[in-house]
């Protein structure tokens, strides 16, 4: 009887149109301000242990669309208006361009996720953006990525270590490692971005990324291949005690994508081909590189033999 009441109540709903309208436990809660109730969700997710750059997307993510559908308090919320909204999204402020399916649905679920979280706090009794429907990104693909080949990652990086070109800050050498512990441990840009000299561990062969940097919030520890671990052991030996071993904002600003764009092309290699992208991210996916003797890979070289590399997304 219980679910034959919420049936017919969604169907009479979506009859009148209100479907996706927000309805308040109480009278008190529709004067309370979207804004602080951000705060104290943000809030609420640092103590259930998400990471601090997840939360701080979420809180951009959030106020931008109750800014731009004017819900100023909790009775303003309302299912249509913010996917009219989202909808409508630009890449930026100032652009023409429209968003991505992708970023449109990190929207929409940043604000099922908020809505939730009111309920949990009994201060909304439903959701008014559970019935919204995410974007089919299947008819978006604007950046799909490539697999960047033995032979052009060889080249990417023995280009980039003698190149003498700082971008972002990095060194061309702390490039070129870069590229290297990315392709041979998986890790993303934000995780690469919060390594010390200590985090890596030489012995066992293997790098811990602290759990307040990775994307589910725990700690991550990734067995490094032995060809690798000679290169990082002279690498490391030039950098001081506790110190990021890739210093600065390129990885919160997702300034990665852009030099490695810049030292592929000084190597010649396609960073579009087929309609395909070769961007950083995809570095992590699509490559499991290391020496295999029996194809006569010698310690040390970037192979296309059996790597010691786990591909599963722990996203």
Same mark, same amino acid.
């Given at each position: ?13 979506? $009859? ?7 309805? #308040?436990?109480? *009278?008190?809660? /529709? ?6 109730? #951000? !705060?104290?969700?943000?809030?609420? @997710?640092? %103590? ?13 993510? %959030?106020?931008? #669309? ?21 909808? !409508? @999204?630009?890449? +930026? ?10 970023? /449109? ?37 604007? =950046? ?26 990095? &060194? ?8 290297? #512990? ?7 840009? $934000?995780?690469? !971005?919060?390594?010390?000299?200590? &985090? ?19 700690? $991550? %520890?990734?067995?490094?291949?032995? $060809?690798?671990?000679?290169? @990082? ?9 506790? &110190? ?34 070769? *961007?950083?991210?995809?570095?992590? =996916? ?14 040390? &070289? ?6 010691? =590399?786990? =591909?599963?997304? +722990?996203?």
């Amino acid at each position: 009887m219980w679910l034959l009441s919420v049936v017919r109540n969604c169907l009479r709903k979506k $009859a009148t149109g209100t479907l996706g309208v927000v309805v #308040v436990s109480k *009278d008190g809660d /529709r004067r309370k301000a979207v804004t602080s109730l #951000v !705060g104290e969700w943000a809030e609420s @997710l640092r %103590v259930k242990g998400t990471s601090a750059d997840q939360i701080e997307l979420l809180k951009a993510r %959030v106020p931008r #669309v109750n800014s731009g559908c004017g819900f100023d308090r909790v009775r303003d919320l309302n299912g249509d208006t913010a996917y009219t909204f989202i909808g !409508g @999204l630009k890449v +930026r402020e100032d652009s023409d361009q429209f968003a991505s399916y992708q970023t /449109r649905n990190f929207y929409l679920s940043a604000m099922k996720q908020f809505a939730r979280f009111l309920i949990r706090r009994k201060i909304l009794t439903e959701n008014p953006f559970y019935d919204l429907e995410p974007w089919d990104v299947r008819k978006d693909r604007k =950046h799909d990525r490539r697999e960047v080949t033995a032979d052009e990652l060889q080249s990417l990086i023995s280009t980039t270590e003698v190149a003498d070109v700082t971008r972002s800050k990095l &060194s061309a050498v702390d490039r070129a490692m870069l590229y290297c #512990v990315a392709v041979f441990t998986g890790l993303r840009s $934000a995780e690469l !971005g919060s390594l010390r000299s200590e &985090s890596f561990n030489l012995e066992p062969a293997e790098v811990t990324v602290p759990g307040k940097f990775t994307k589910n919030g725990d700690p $991550a %520890v990734q067995p490094l291949p032995p $060809a690798i671990v000679p290169l @990082l052991t002279e690498w490391l030996m030039g950098k001081p005690a506790n &110190s990021l071993c890739w210093p600065g904002p390129w990885a919160k600003n997702k300034g990665a994508g852009k030099f490695l764009k810049a030292d592929l092309e000084a190597a010649d290699v396609p960073y579009v081909k087929d309609g395909l992208f070769a *961007d950083f991210h995809g570095l992590r =996916h699509e490559l499991r590189l290391a020496p295999d003797p029996k194809r006569g890979e010698p310690e040390g &070289s970037v192979g296309a033999g059996a790597a010691q =590399h786990d =591909h599963t997304d +722990r996203g």
